[in-house]
């Protein structure tokens, strides 16, 4: 026991009582439903949507799936509690020609040629 915990009383089954200080309560996670049944029921609704997408592995606590659908890109991620976060980006120029994609990747060369080694 720690120094600054009081000893409780024993009770019947031999294990200390100590009481709790009034200002601590108990954590429980919230976990709304089974993590892998999310995961299962979002890809089945992908595939029955005939969507493109991808299951990642780049997160400990997450599993990110990436759609890709006509002007935007989905990122889902099902978190090992059940919960689901989902970001949407949409295209808000349409398409684009070649100067534009020769442009961009120029510009992430050089954004990348700035940034610091690893």
């Not at 009770?11 to 009481?19: A, D, F, L, W």
Request: charged share 35%; aromatic share 6%; net charge negative.
């Amino acid at each position: 026991m720690a120094k600054h915990q009081e000893k409780g009383t024993t009770t019947r089954n031999g294990i200390p009582h100590v009481q709790k200080a009034a200002h601590r309560q108990s954590l429980r996670q919230k976990v709304t439903s089974n993590p892998f049944d999310n995961l299962r029921k979002i890809l089945r609704q992908l595939e029955e949507a005939k969507s493109h997408f991808e299951v990642r592995y780049h997160r400990y606590d997450a599993i990110p799936i990436c759609a890709t659908v006509p002007g935007e890109r989905w990122e889902i991620d099902v978190l090992e509690d059940g919960d689901i976060d989902f970001e949407r980006f949409v295209s808000a120029e349409g398409v684009r020609g070649e100067e534009d994609l020769t442009t961009s990747i120029r510009r992430l060369q050089e954004f990348e040629a700035l940034q610091p080694e690893s």
